[in-house]
């Protein structure tokens, strides 16, 4: 108490004159129209401002939640796409199903011959080895390691990358692979050169391999020619996904896998 008498005796001459210009200002805006309104529409915009600010900030903090809820609900929309059974369908022209997590990327390289990428969900997510891995614009991989909280796929840009893959509008089937050259375009190999092929033509899962759906986007040709043999066609495809930036992925899981499988065994 005794300090804040000290600081008041100390600064008397300065808080004198604050309360004077205060009851000065005070007079002038109350007794004057036009300092009155001036007053008032800065005072609208200083506060409207002090608003727009504190309400940019709190959602840029929020971001993440409302990130992951889109995420949330990218995945029931899907697991009820790979899922025909849950969306009470009369008719169903595939028996599989899929199960749908989402992950997202921890790790990813895209510059070497044989890349890799590394997402936060694993064994205690029900991720198996040789699940499929997906963006939200088409395949990026299939998972090879698993661990209990992480997993790693082999990354589309990989050069022991094979998918079974097929022209979208004839469903002529080829083998998808990349040539380690360009990390935006990868090659479909084998089409039949009888195959309509046009430029723009779209690519997507053939669902042989029974890892991914049938129909899932893979790109879009760019070019194409006949191989050595001139019997088959060789197509450059431009991917959907940029792999250098992926962050939001959903691992899909073939319920019906092992079920198939027992039928070879």
Do not use: H
């Not at 000290?6 to 009851?23: E, G, M, Q, T, V």
């Not at 840009?157 to 990868?186: C, E, H, P, Q």
């Not at 997507?204 to 893979?218: D, E």
Request: charged share 20%; proline share 2%.
């Amino acid at each position: 108490m005794q300090r804040i008498i000290y600081f008041l005796i100390r600064n008397k001459d300065f808080i004198l004159f604050l309360s004077l210009l205060s009851i000065c200002l005070s007079i002038n805006i109350s007794y004057n129209e036009y300092n009155k309104s001036k007053f008032l529409n800065s005072s609208n915009s200083l506060f409207s401002s002090l608003y727009n600010t504190k309400f940019t900030i709190s959602k840029y903090f929020n971001l993440e939640y409302q990130n992951q809820l889109l995420m949330e609900e990218n995945r029931k929309l899907r697991y009820s796409v790979y899922n025909p059974k849950n969306i009470n369908l009369s008719i169903r022209k595939d028996k599989i199903s899929f199960n749908v997590t989402s992950a997202s990327v921890i790790k990813n390289s895209y510059s070497l011959s044989n890349n890799f990428v590394t997402i936060d969900v694993g064994i205690n997510d029900s991720i198996e080895i040789d699940n499929g891995v997906i963006s939200s614009k088409g395949v990026v991989g299939i998972i090879d390691k698993i661990s209990p909280n992480y997993s790693r796929f082999i990354s589309i840009l990989n050069t022991k990358f094979l998918l079974n893959a097929k022209l979208k509008k004839s469903n002529y089937f080829g083998v998808l692979s990349w040539d380690g050259m360009n990390i935006n375009r990868v090659q479909l190999s084998d089409v039949p050169k009888q195959a309509n092929v046009s430029i723009g033509d779209t690519i997507v899962t053939g669902g042989n391999s029974l890892i991914f759906p049938k129909g899932i986007l893979i790109g879009y040709v760019e070019s194409f020619k006949l191989d050595n043999s001139e019997n088959y066609l060789e197509l450059q495809i431009s991917l959907a996904t940029d792999m250098r930036n992926i962050e939001n992925l959903y691992v899909l899981k073939n319920n019906n896998l092992k079920e198939i499988n027992s039928l070879d065994e």
